[in-house]
């Protein structure tokens, strides 16, 4: 039996938010019906969810761990199946199909290792008693996930979450609910996990607000735009939840002059173009020095216009296509209006249905529309700068702050420079898209609050810390 039998997606309680259709981007065939949650059902699962975390909670380190592993052994022995609707669902290339469940492993056993991590600290104390500190688990934790990768982004905080201790409600994409969603609760079930534990919750925005607003979620985790971050963000301040925002960005690779252009170029254009620009690390301003630019042009738009775009599951292309036509009309529309106001358009700018060339924009400024906001899309601004005090500058300006890419032969000097650029994440000799279960992960400004992933940013992010004291006999006290 495959571990996604769709016979078998509705395990509890009927939904109430109506069906929607699984939709394959690259066809716009329909995949399969799955049902969707409304704000009503948001309530029950926390209800069932708090309960069971009690248990979950009380449940021993190695047992919680023993789950975690078996999903990350389970993720790989279903690599096919899951790959498949990763390529599908996604629009996935099956290389990038390939990275996220890999990823997806790895953060499983990165969680199980922190089910076992010292949970406190002994303190001093002026009194005479023992004091110490315990990190005990939030309780029921909220997960909203995007699209654009939907195993990873929700995986990297449902598995810390779980191995804590905690319960979690997920609320995918309804677009990727599959794999960003059921996908996990199949592997995590088959893993062994109580039921009660982990609620997929796919829906619109009226679900999300449910999650954040219900008062038995102690922790939101979001990833998504920044737009959507700050209302998640607005939200859960009124309710006192403790949120986690993970928003845009539009990363700036910086080439310096003594860069190999060829080096920089191959580096640009993964960054710029993989999974069709999709991401928010990508790299969406190439921030070039002016005795290299026109050579990084030329050279960039060469490897864009040699990349093959198409359905990335009955062919072998380097491109999917974008995830729907909302998507395809907003990198368009910034496209079209940046060749407006000057910006020459090198290669690409053209799309097939939902399939969009690769695109170089030259001449870019401050005001060109794809130069200054995230498009989201296989799009690479290139601009140029004549000094380094300049590249820190252009790279520093904007509200968003996620990655950075700094291409150099001098690696210290890149290191020296990316100290001047507030960014959650820099990368010297190396474009801007990277991620790996044992980092920590996140922006700044209007990227972010800060790093809320990976490693040792996983106990702060789903645990609570108590102070508790304990004597042998009570104090005697003025009245």
């Known amino acids: 039996m495959p571990l996604l039998d769709p016979t078998l997606w509705q395990d509890g309680p009927t939904l109430t938010g109506g069906t929607a259709p699984v939709v394959e981007p690259a066809t716009g065939r329909t995949l399969a019906t799955l049902d969707l949650a409304g704000p009503a059902d948001v309530g029950e699962a ?16 190695p047992e919680r761990a023993a789950v975690l592993r078996r999903a990350g052994d389970l993720f790989t022995a279903h690599a096919a199946e899951l790959r498949e609707w990763l390529v599908r669902e996604s629009g996935s290339v099956p290389g990038k199909a390939d990275f996220e469940l890999h990823v997806a492993a790895q953060e499983c056993y990165e969680a199980a290792a922190l ?11 002026e009194a005479p008693r023992l004091s110490f500190t315990r990190r005990v688990p939030a309780g029921v934790v909220g997960v909203i996930a995007p699209f654009n990768a939907p195993l990873i982004l929700s995986i990297r905080s449902v598995a810390p979450a779980l191995a804590l201790g905690n319960a979690v409600l997920l609320k995918p994409d309804r677009r990727t609910a599959v794999c960003g969603g059921l996908a996990l609760a199949a592997v995590f079930a088959a893993a062994g996990l109580p039921a009660g534990l982990l609620h997929v919750l796919p829906g619109g925005a009226r679900t999300g607000s449910a999650v954040v607003a219900d008062p038995r ?10 737009a959507a971050g700050r209302s998640v963000g607005e939200l859960a301040g009124r309710h006192l939840t403790r949120a986690h925002l993970e928003l845009g960005g539009n990363s700036a690779l910086v080439v310096l002059a003594d860069a190999d252009v060829e080096a920089a170029v191959a580096q640009a254009s993964w960054g710029s173009f993989f999974h069709q620009g999709q991401i928010c690390m990508t790299a969406g301003r190439h921030l070039v020095h002016a005795s290299l630019y026109d050579e990084y042009v030329e050279r960039l738009a060469a490897r864009a216009e040699a990349l093959a775009v198409g359905d990335p599951y009955r062919e072998p292309v380097h491109l999917g296509p974008l995830l729907d036509r909302t998507q395809l009309e907003r990198v368009h529309g910034l496209v079209e209006a940046s060749v407006e106001q000057g910006a020459k358009l090198v290669a ?3 799309h097939r249905d939902l399939f ?18 995230e498009v989201f899309g296989p799009v690479a601004p290139v601009r140029s700068f004549a000094t ?37 994440i820099a990368h010297i000799n190396d474009q801007t898209v990277n991620d790996e279960a044992v980092a920590p992960f996140g922006g700044v400004g209007a990227s972010g609050t800060g790093a809320r992933f990976g490693g040792e940013a996983n106990l702060d992010a789903f645990t609570e810390l108590r102070w508790t004291t304990a004597r042998t006999t009570a104090p005697a006290h003025p009245f």
């Open 217 to 226: 979620v102690r922790v939101v985790s979001f990833t998504g735009s920044t």
């Open 388 to 424: 380094e005090d300049e590249a820190v500058e252009l790279a520093s300006a904007g509200p968003y702050g996620l990655s950075l890419g700094i291409v150099t032969r001098d690696a210290g000097h890149g290191m020296e420079l990316a100290e001047r650029i507030p960014t959650g």
């Open 356 to 373: 969009y060339r690769p695109t170089v924009l030259a001449g870019v400024a401050d005001d060109t529309p794809a130069y200054a906001e």
């Open 46 to 61: 926390a209800v069932r969810a708090g309960a069971a975390q009690r248990d979950w909670a009380r449940t021993g380190h």
């Open 348 to 350: 690409g700018g053209t």
């Open 115 to 125: 089910a076992s991590r010292p949970v406190g600290q002994v303190l001093p104390s």
